[in-house]
């Protein structure tokens, strides 16, 4: 059972930057794939970023490309986004989750963490 906890998130103004972290715990983080997905109010969930587990590969929603960057950190079984040019539509929860494969889609993802709010004010 892998445990997922998320910090790093904050208000910040548009244009700004914030850095999250989702620190994990109880499983072998290297052999897992970990994405963000975020869920503004009223909205779906949806993808934001995924790392293979070596973090060789990465992937972005279209929304967030060239503005957010998803790193792992394998020693310190932690995986990162750092949001750059933050605009008031990125506010949402933003959930780390771990799956075994490198999709988008949020239901082959096994773990989650229980969320960290992002509110971007214009």
């Known amino acids: 059972q892998v445990q997922l906890v998320e910090s790093g998130g904050g208000l910040v103004q548009a244009g700004g930057s914030l850095r999250l972290s989702c620190a994990a715990s109880?499983?072998?983080?290297?052999?897992?794939?970990m994405g963000w997905f975020r869920q503004a109010p009223g909205k779906e969930r949806e993808f934001v970023a995924c790392?293979?587990?070596?973090?060789?590969?990465?992937y972005y929603a279209d929304s967030v490309k060239g503005r957010f960057t998803i790193s792992r950190d394998n020693a310190k079984n932690t995986v990162y986004l750092q949001m750059n040019s933050l605009k008031p539509e990125d506010t949402a929860v933003y959930y780390c989750a771990a799956g075994k494969k490198l999709v988008q889609t949020g239901s082959w993802y096994d773990y989650w963490g229980q969320g960290t709010q992002v509110t971007v004010s214009s």
């Open positions: 790392i293979s587990w070596s973090g060789g590969g990465t």
């Open positions: 109880g499983g072998t983080f290297s052999s897992y794939v």
